[in-house]
């Protein structure tokens, strides 16, 4: 689960993590009272207008703004509220912005010059153990550092056992060549933000860029927190962060039915139980030469009525130009998923979207006579390249 960066920052205060003060506002008018509260809270003289939706590089669409009098947050903010703002991650239709967050400054000077650094925690998937990434380059797309300055990244494994150590944190402060207090400032940042990834059960920290303000104090100046969908039971809190606008309206729906549904771009709609299966009904739709439209599990206790609304929402997607249904009844009976694509096609009405299905396993010759006597144009499928051939044929 995806939070906005004023969310995430919210969580990362709690556990100590320093963050620049912030006011969420919806309205220009908002932004004028929210920047007009920070300047009396903090004595800042200059205001960061960021739009809140869930994609990174939102400087680059204009979603960022800097704004160095009063009067030009309630500017900037009528700029950006309600614009759709397009990034390298929203693709080109963008996401529409419907609130921005009025930070105080922290490039202010001082005795010191400010640095910007990167730092991310998440799980290496080659150790199966967390990790913290950072780099001295912050404030760039960490994926150019890579490729361009490989050496500037580093890494830190956190033992399971025994969690994050002093000495780690030390050394990450090393690494980024701090000094003095920037040193102890960026220790006691480190361990307050790993505290925090583990904490609300995250999947992924990125803050970038960690500033080194002019008085050496430690700021995450941008947060991009992802939750583990797995843990959210444990943190009812959280979910009730969850903000729909920023889903597609039809995964949103789908999880409404406990379908694992992801909206992809092809032409094929898939309807599966298990993620394994979908991943290899997915290869034989491209080997077939179509696309898969959708990544849709129905799960293992699907009945009818779940099969039905995974129907509605295959259909709901234009570019669909036909259905293959793969199911291994285990947990989940055949003739369950057979009467719930013949219900489908009752309530529905004329679908003229053709259906390969290929049920085997619990009831599986039950779901097949189900469908037989129906009278439904299903095409009906045993082995997985039978299927794969009818999706072959039914695209031409």
Request: net charge negative.
């Amino acid at each position: 689960m995806n939070l906005h960066e004023y969310q995430g920052k919210s969580l990362l205060k709690k556990f100590g993590v320093r963050v620049p003060e912030g006011i969420t506002a919806f309205s220009p008018e908002e932004a004028l009272e929210a920047a007009k509260q920070l300047q009396k809270l903090t004595g800042t003289d200059k205001w960061a207008v960021k739009a809140q939706i869930h994609a990174g590089g939102r400087g680059k669409g204009g979603g960022v703004k800097i704004a160095k009098k009063v009067d030009e947050v309630l500017e900037y903010a009528d700029q950006i509220i309600g614009m759709q703002l397009v990034t390298p991650q929203t693709g080109p239709e963008g996401k529409k912005v419907r609130k921005v967050l009025i930070e105080e400054n922290v490039y202010y000077s001082g005795e010191s010059e400010t640095s910007e650094f990167y730092m991310s925690v998440l799980l290496n998937r080659q150790s199966g153990r967390n990790m913290i990434m950072y780099s001295p380059r912050g404030g760039m797309d960490i994926e150019k550092v890579a490729e361009e300055t490989p050496e500037a990244i580093f890494t830190e494994t956190i033992d399971p056992k025994v969690g994050i150590q002093p000495f780690q944190a030390r050394k990450i402060a090393f690494n980024l060549e701090l000094s003095g207090a920037a040193f102890k400032e960026m220790v006691i940042f480190v361990m307050a933000l790993y505290k925090a990834y583990e904490g609300v059960d995250a999947s992924l920290f990125e803050i970038n860029p960690v500033i080194k303000a002019a008085d050496d104090r430690i700021f995450a100046a941008d947060a991009k927190v992802v939750i583990d969908n797995n843990a959210l039971i444990r943190h009812p809190d959280i979910v009730e962060l969850r903000d729909f606008d920023e889903e597609d309206p039809t995964e949103v729906e789908a999880s409404r039915y406990n379908l694992s549904y992801i909206k992809l771009s092809g032409n094929v709609g898939c309807m599966v139980n298990g993620a394994g299966l979908a991943m290899a009904t997915m290869d034989i739709i491209k080997q077939s030469g179509g696309e898969p439209a959708n990544f849709l599990d129905v799960g293992g206790a699907a009945d009818s009525k779940r099969v039905e609304e995974a129907f509605r929402i295959i259909l709901k997607d234009p570019n669909v130009k036909a259905i293959l249904i793969n199911i291994f009844g285990g947990i989940v009976r055949c003739d369950s998923v057979a009467q719930g694509i013949v219900d489908a096609y009752t309530r529905i009405g004329q679908i003229d979207i053709p259906i390969i299905a290929r049920l085997q396993g619990t009831n599986a010759e039950e779901g097949k006579k189900l469908i037989d006597e129906s009278g439904l144009q299903v095409h009906s499928a045993i082995r997985l390249n039978e299927a794969a051939e009818k999706v072959k044929e039914v695209l031409g």
